[in-house]
């Protein structure tokens, strides 16, 4: 089934970047700078039109500011989903690296197509976002079944997960690109497993605290979780 999800996904014609359109380019700024800031990438910054980047000085944000930077370009949306992805966008980056000798004499006539089959993460990088969120959603699909072996038999389980993984917007807007919905969707489920496990209840507060990091909007799974910790599971609150 986690096989099957991440092949429909990633095989998908339609993958989607804008607003992470920044996600592969902060993650390899990690991997070969060991930052997050996107300067060494100014000139594809202005081709597309400082679009979604915003300008850090002395800790304050410069919005409206084009052409030059006192500071350091960043990423408009929150750094920790680039943070968490980079393993996965570095080894997608790698492989398309080493697929690079046999690959390299093909052509498409899609740009982002042919930017991996010439090994450019510029031209390729809505094709890596879409490989790593299908991990991401493969992943979920998963733990949807993990969850709910718990309560019923494995044929409906893998039902379940096929309805999560397809007949939701897990498949239509986490799956297309590396936005912050994919991982925040993994990471809550993460923390909805452990719930369900009174040994493993503590351990909750990790994966729901990043799912927080990488999208805010997650302080509603904080609170409602955090709620049932303390009504259920109150050794385990602190």
């Given at each position: 089934?986690?096989?099957?999800?991440?092949?429909?996904?990633a095989?998908?014609?339609?993958?989607i970047s804008f607003?992470?359109?920044w996600?592969?380019?902060?993650?390899?700024?990690?991997?070969?700078?060991?930052?997050v800031?996107l300067?060494?990438?100014?000139?594809?910054i202005?081709?597309?039109?400082?679009?979604?980047?915003?300008?850090?000085d002395?800790g304050?944000?410069?919005?409206?500011?084009?052409?030059?930077?006192?500071?350091?370009w960043?990423?408009?949306?929150?750094?920790?989903?680039?943070?968490?992805?980079a393993?996965?966008?570095?080894a997608?980056?790698?492989?398309?690296?080493?697929?690079?000798?046999?690959?390299?004499?093909?052509?498409?006539?899609?740009?982002?197509?042919d930017?991996?089959?010439?090994?450019d993460?510029?031209?390729?990088?809505?094709?890596?976002?879409?490989?790593?969120?299908?991990v991401?959603l493969?992943?979920?699909?998963?733990?949807?079944?993990?969850?709910?072996?718990?309560?019923?038999?494995?044929?409906?389980?893998?039902?379940?997960?096929?309805l999560?993984?397809?007949?939701?917007?897990?498949?239509?807007?986490?799956?297309?690109?590396?936005?912050?919905?994919?991982?925040?969707?993994?990471?809550?489920?993460?923390?909805?497993?452990?719930?369900?496990?009174?040994?493993?209840?503590?351990?909750?507060?990790?994966?729901?605290?990043?799912?927080?990091?990488?999208?805010?909007?997650?302080?509603?799974?904080?609170?409602?979780?955090?709620?049932?910790?303390?009504?259920?599971?109150?050794?385990?609150?602190?």
């Amino acid at each position: 089934m986690c096989l099957a999800v991440f092949a429909v996904s990633a095989l998908s014609p339609v993958p989607i970047s804008f607003d992470s359109r920044w996600t592969v380019y902060t993650a390899m700024s990690l991997w070969k700078h060991g930052d997050v800031n996107l300067d060494e990438y100014a000139d594809v910054i202005a081709r597309n039109d400082y679009y979604q980047v915003v300008c850090v000085d002395q800790g304050k944000a410069i919005v409206g500011l084009h052409d030059t930077c006192p500071g350091h370009w960043y990423d408009w949306y929150p750094a920790a989903v680039p943070i968490l992805t980079a393993p996965l966008i570095g080894a997608a980056v790698a492989g398309m690296n080493l697929l690079h000798p046999l690959l390299g004499g093909l052509h498409s006539s899609y740009a982002m197509v042919d930017g991996f089959f010439r090994a450019d993460y510029d031209a390729a990088h809505p094709v890596i976002e879409q490989v790593v969120a299908s991990v991401l959603l493969a992943c979920s699909a998963w733990l949807v079944i993990l969850i709910a072996r718990r309560y019923v038999e494995e044929r409906h389980a893998l039902l379940l997960a096929a309805l999560f993984a397809f007949g939701t917007s897990a498949y239509s807007t986490a799956g297309r690109g590396l936005w912050q919905h994919g991982p925040c969707m993994l990471l809550l489920l993460i923390a909805f497993y452990l719930l369900e496990d009174p040994k493993l209840v503590a351990r909750a507060g990790l994966p729901l605290a990043l799912a927080y990091t990488t999208r805010p909007t997650a302080f509603v799974a904080v609170v409602v979780f955090t709620l049932y910790v303390a009504l259920k599971h109150r050794t385990r609150f602190v």
